[in-house]
């Protein structure tokens, strides 16, 4: 291949790989929560037999922002979480007070303080699923594992 040839190739561009790599690797938790929530919210559809109109429907939003966040790339807000958690009648986030140590004091926060660690609430899933069960495993206790945000 001549210099000709392997110029035309080149693009004349400045490439933005870094660029983006980097917001990839800071999207990266949000978007795994993001994941998860995904995931809760189409197993409850699937249980419920809800489309997910319906779920807009008493979300009161769109059916697009419904599919926003059903592929799980959507930075959700406590309003749009509170509000799936009302429509579907589960915990998707649960918020507790704390104590913390600041200055070596200890302090209760109040509850309408976020504490630090989110927990997520998803269902478990089997990786040994038969063909005629359902994919969802409800464990004893309340039917759902916590993962720390």
Not at 3 to 24: D, F, G, M, V, Y
Not at 70 to 85: A, C, R
Not at 119 to 129: A, C, D, N
């Amino acid at each position: 291949m001549n210099n000709s040839n392997l110029n035309k190739l080149i693009s004349k561009e400045t490439s933005q790989w870094k660029e983006k790599a980097q917001k990839r690797i800071s999207e990266r938790d949000w978007k795994s929560n993001s994941r998860a929530v995904a995931l809760t919210v189409l197993t409850q559809l699937r249980i419920r037999s809800l489309s997910q109109t319906e779920l807009a429907g008493m979300m009161g939003v769109s059916r697009q922002q419904v599919s926003k966040i059903v592929k799980g790339q959507e930075n959700l807000t406590f309003e749009t979480i509170s509000k799936l958690e009302k429509a579907l009648g589960i915990t998707i986030i649960k918020i507790s007070n704390i104590l913390t140590e600041e200055n070596g004091t200890k302090i209760q926060l109040p509850s309408v303080k976020i504490k630090p660690q989110v927990m997520l609430y998803m269902p478990v899933f089997s990786p040994k699923v038969k063909q005629n069960e359902s994919p969802v495993e409800l464990p004893q206790k309340n039917g759902f594992t916590t993962f720390s945000a």
